[in-house]
């Protein structure tokens, strides 16, 4: 194979002249600093290389100006999307364009022609959200589709579930605005015209179609006629049968090519209705040799998943509600069927169940509501999440995860990959993927730490490649190669294939400067691993157990596996920092990347003293959306409090943590003078000045201390253990019992009227909460050891103990026992914590909760989301006979002592106001407000003082009060 013939790219130039020069130049944000550079060293993928630097463009032609300084500096340059590559495509030491903050403008739009104009930074969910109103959608349809961007499909070729039905990204781009790294810009599309004034255009074109004359019957030798060939440039669309078409040629480049400044798409038609039919069989082998007979009845989708997937997910509570679906089986064929009507998707979906459940001996379910359906579709999007961490193996990785071969060989294709694996001994985490495309993924424990497992990581990757090739496949059916196949494709091209793929980089970039390392002269699959031999990240002691990460916080940090979730625009709660700023620094991903950064040493060197981890997470709201939402349960408010703390130690910190840390010992002292601390931090003069000192915004009004706290004025209206139901001990926290204690009352009257007996601590208690989310951990720790000892009589006794505010409850469920790992009394204590519906469903289940008319507009709490769950409060609030409406608004924004923080409020108010706000805002007349959490109420009051947000026991008690009278 003859190699580039060029010079390899400088090793040493004077950085700091190539930034002053894109910050004159471009207008957008030019960052070279070290934190910037380590939140973009990795993508999805098994590879790490640490950027020179990062321009994040305002326009496509801030970025067109970004390439012609690299080039006046001879620095490689990388376009990049959403970052989500699983190959090793975004991984690259040049400079990095990211274009998913600020260009994801819809150009123009056609609707009689059924075509868009794009900048190439718009993700996919975001720009069919903006098309929803035409009836019009981009086909291809990613299982990263809420954080993939156009232009990173473009790059890969990218496909998904729909591309059954609609073919991948190659069959949507009609035409592409590029720039060379030598300078040429144009429109570029079918046939030979080039749309540009750069009198290299036509040279390009005419040199391009020479190349494709010498090698146009190797081409259509060489390349497999499968749905899903994504390896490799695609030189087939220059043959003269498919029209020399040079955008879809660029497509799947994987920015070695071009820098793609703008996409004209094809768009399709939203069907008018979906029905799904989910078939189950004995085994995945069984399941995909039914693949070429229910091709016949052409669905819009065809998807694989075997009993190892299906285990994971239940193993780790994801989707569990679609598991309940599934037919009988241990393989399942997820088949959809689109139509005008639902009479006729349901007809389709029954005529091919008659067909081949008789034929095959399988099992069948069909749904057509959208609600069960979504459900389905997110248990098979879950895949990676659910098979990169199996609870009872070691971690797996890609390398291999989406070959793809003839649909109607995928059978025997599979039994020969299993013997495989076996030979290898290793072990699929699991099989699924598009198999009516005949594209398999799966994710196989490869050590990639030691040079023996990375020597067999290698020979397995070459004998992989060697069967997909031998059933006339491709080493890739959709994650393009990067450099995780890049050395493979010799096996599939041959030589001569290869030969034409170096003339054509040659021709667009003689310098390789475009992502060099990818397609050609690629760098081996087994360097530039993210862990490798030299892998020995920094442990530090912690306060915290990390009991899921083998008890090392670098095992924590390295968790992520860069899938983009947390990049989302909307739905659950992860990440509202990023939703707000639209920095990668800011997403759950980026702070994970600077924090395994950190622990790796050698881009951030300063461990818990770094400025740029602090700066990384001083805007996470320790939410913990992640620890939910997030495919692998990255816990980002769990490393941001281990950082603080070490980060502080033996400093002084932010006053904020003083004030708003501090708030249990503040707000006993304040209650007890309620009248003159009210009126203290309200006085107009003296609020601000306050505000000030205290690191809070003057903007936020601090909250009214009541006059009595709870703890003080409660009297059980029962003998100890006299309720029917017996005693629950009812929790005082902080902010019900010094600020709302009506709350508490409320939850009094609910908890009688269900026949319990109430109890309270023997003494003030607190959970620390406060001191956990600004980093005080040893100061957290001693408030818990004392809880603990003071609850020591309802531990033993297994009393329940019932938390009002959610966030309290999840300190206890899960801050505690990883605080204090080991200690029993913290395990009890996590083991018998409920919140007052989770009480109602486990030791009530009899009693009828009160009737409610009207509707209710509810915001859970982000805790109570991630942590707890609100399946039972939606419960019972739903069996009150109220009209329920549980937001899925994300964050409220305000985040405990966050949103009170001097440099927060913008961010905290942004949040707010993403869905939150609006919902509340337009809520029809007469529709109560409920919010469990103390932040959630507090900022709705702030931003919309007539919204009176109450917590559901205040309703539920204003309900069985009224039914008594």
């Not at 499968?226 to 020399?244: A, H, I, T």
């Not at 009988?328 to 959809?336: E, S």
């Not at 530090?540 to 983009?564: E, I, K, N």
Request: net charge negative.
């Amino acid at each position: 194979m003859t190699r580039l013939d060029h010079k390899s790219p400088r090793t040493s130039f004077p950085l700091e002249a190539l930034r002053t020069q894109l910050t004159e130049q471009v207008d957008g944000e030019v960052r070279f600093d070290s934190g910037s550079r380590a939140t973009y060293s990795t993508d999805a993928s098994n590879y790490r290389a640490v950027p020179l630097g990062v321009v994040i463009p305002r326009t496509p032609e801030d970025a067109a100006t970004t390439v012609a300084v690299c080039r006046a500096h001879d620095v490689p340059v990388l376009s990049r999307g959403g970052g989500t590559s699983l190959a090793g495509q975004c991984c690259n030491t040049g400079v990095v364009i990211d274009w998913s903050k600020y260009c994801t403008r819809v150009v123009s739009l056609d609707r009689a022609a059924a075509t868009v104009v794009v900048e190439p930074g718009i993700a996919l969910d975001r720009l069919n959200a903006e098309l929803s109103p035409t009836g019009l959608l981009v086909g291809p349809k990613p299982s990263t589709h809420v954080s993939c961007t156009i232009g990173g499909m473009i790059g890969n070729n990218s496909c998904g579930s729909t591309a059954q039905a609609y073919g991948k990204t190659v069959d949507a781009v009609r035409r592409l605005e590029i720039v060379t790294y030598d300078g040429l810009r144009a429109w570029v599309g079918p046939g030979d015209t080039i749309d540009t004034d750069d009198e290299r255009g036509p040279e390009l074109v005419a040199r391009l179609r020479k190349i494709r004359d010498r090698y146009a019957e190797d081409i259509r030798k060489t390349y497999p006629a499968v749905p899903r060939r994504v390896s490799g440039y695609n030189l087939d669309s220059l043959l003269p049968e498919n029209g020399f078409d040079l955008a879809k040629f660029l497509v799947g480049s994987e920015s070695t090519l071009v820098t793609v400044l703008r996409a004209e798409l094809e768009l399709v038609r939203r069907p008018g209705a979906k029905t799904l039919a989910v078939l189950g069989f004995d085994d995945i082998y069984t399941a995909a040799d039914a693949v070429p007979l229910i091709l016949r009845h052409t669905p819009a989708a065809l998807e694989g998943l075997d009993h190892r997937l299906v285990a994971l997910e239940h193993s780790l509570h994801l989707a569990e509600g679609a598991i309940r679906q599934l037919p009988a089986g241990n393989a399942w064929l997820m088949t959809q069927f689109d139509a005008d009507t639902r009479v006729d998707a349901d007809r389709k979906a029954q005529a091919m169940i008659e067909d081949i459940c008789p034929r095959t001996g399988a099992s069948a379910t069909v749904l057509d509501d959208p609600e069960r359906e979504a459900e389905i579709w997110a248990a098979r999007e879950a895949g990676l999440g659910a098979t990169a961490y199996p609870p009872d193996g070691p971690e797996t990785h890609e390398g291999w995860e989406d070959a793809a071969v003839p649909p109607d060989r995928l059978g025997d294709y599979l039994r020969d990959f299993e013997r495989l694996l076996q030979r290898f001994d290793y072990e699929s985490s699991s099989l699924y993927g598009h198999f009516g495309h005949g594209c398999v993924h799966t994710r196989i424990p490869f050590d990639l730490r030691t040079a023996t497992g990375i020597a067999k990581y290698r020979a397995f990757a070459q004998e992989s490649a060697r069967l997909v090739v031998s059933y006339g496949g491709s080493l890739s059916g959709e994650h393009g190669d990067g450099q995780s196949r890049g050395e493979l494709l010799p096996i599939m091209f041959g030589d001569t294939v290869i030969e034409a793929f170096g003339e054509v980089k040659r021709l667009f970039d003689p310098r390789n400067r475009m992502n060099p390392g990818k397609v050609v002269d690629p760098h081996p699959l087994d360097h530039d691993l993210r862990q490798g031999v030299d892998y020995r990240p920094w442990e530090p002691v912690t306060h915290f157990a990390f009991p899921d990460d083998s008890h090392r916080l670098g095992t924590a940090a390295a968790r992520c596996v860069g899938v983009g979730k947390c990049r989302s625009d909307s739905g659950g709660v992860m990440c509202p920092s990023y939703r707000a700023t639209r920095e990668e620094e800011h997403s759950t991903r980026g702070r994970a990347r600077i924090l395994f950064e950190m622990l790796r040493g050698e881009v951030i060197t300063d461990g818990w003293r770094s400025a740029e981890v602090r700066d990384a997470l001083d805007l996470c709201l320790a939410c913990k959306g992640c620890r939910s939402d997030c495919p692998v349960n990255v816990d980002m408010a769990t490393y941001k409090a281990e950082f603080l703390s070490h980060h502080y130690r033996h400093r002084m910190r932010p006053m904020a943590h003083y004030s708003m840390g501090w708030i249990p010992l503040w707000a006993r002292l304040g209650t007890s003078v309620a009248a003159f601390a009210n009126a203290v931090t309200h006085a107009p003069g003296l609020r601000h000045l306050i505000a000030r000192a205290g690191g809070i915004d003057p903007r936020r009004e601090m909250p009214r201390f009541a006059s009595e706290r709870f703890t003080e004025t409660f009297r059980p209206t029962t003998d100890s253990g006299s309720g029917p139901r017996g005693s629950v001990l009812l929790w005082p926290d902080t902010f019900t019992n010094n600020f709302e204690p009506g709350i508490a009352r409320a939850a009094v009257t609910v908890l009688e009227a269900a026949g319990f007996t109430v109890e309270l601590p023997g003494r003030t208690v607190c959970c620390g909460l406060t001191w956990i989310s600004t980093g005080q951990l040893a100061t957290a720790k001693r408030v818990l050891r004392r809880t603990l000892r003071t609850l020591e009589p309802q531990l033993r006794a297994g009393t329940p103990v019932v938390v009002l505010e959610p966030s309290c409850a999840a300190v206890f469920r899960s801050d505690l026992p990883e605080l204090l790992h080991g200690d029993e009394d913290a395990h009890r204590l996590a083991g018998q914590t409920r919140t007052l519906a989770e009480l109602l469903a486990d030791r009530a289940p009899d009693w009828t909760p009160p009737a409610i008319e009207g509707a209710a507009l509810v915001q859970p709490h982000c805790h109570h989301h991630a942590i707890l769950r609100y399946d039972r409060d939606r419960d019972l609030l739903s069996a009150t006979g109220a009209d329920i409406d549980v937001l899925d608004a994300g964050c409220c924004g305000l985040a405990g002592n966050f949103g009170f923080e001097q440099g927060h409020y913008e961010v905290s108010v942004a949040c707010a106001e993403d869905r939150l706000m609006p919902a509340v805002r337009d809520r029809a007349p007469g529709t109560r407000v409920l919010a469990d959490g103390f932040s959630c109420r507090t900022q709705i009051r702030h931003l919309d003082p007539a919204a009176n947000p109450r917590h559901a026991a205040e309703l539920l008690a204003e309900a069985i009060t009224r039914g008594s009278a």
